[in-house]
C-alpha cells in the first residue's frame, strides 16, 4: 500500500492525487486528520482516473 495524509480535509484522494497515481495495482490510504481525536483512514484504488474504495481493517496488536 502508498499511503498519506490529509490534515486538513477528508480521507478522498484529492484531484493531485487521482493525477499522479502511477500504480494500479496498488492500494492507496489516506489517513485524515480533521478530527484529531478520531483519525480516519480510507482506502482507494486508483485506475485511469476512476476510484473505487477498498474496504480496510485497522487492527491493534500488542507485541509478543
Not at 482506502?43 to 485511469?48: E, L, M
Request: charged content about 25%; aromatic content about 8%; glycine content about 4%.
Amino acid at each position: 500500500a502508498i499511503y498519506h495524509s490529509h490534515t486538513h480535509t477528508q480521507a478522498y484522494p484529492s484531484a493531485t492525487d487521482i493525477r499522479l497515481a502511477a500504480y494500479p495495482d496498488a492500494t492507496y490510504l489516506i489517513v485524515t486528520l480533521q478530527d484529531r481525536d478520531h483519525p480516519d483512514v480510507r482506502g482507494f484504488s486508483i485506475i485511469d482516473g476512476v476510484v473505487t474504495e477498498k474496504r480496510v481493517v485497522v487492527t491493534d496488536r500488542e507485541m509478543a
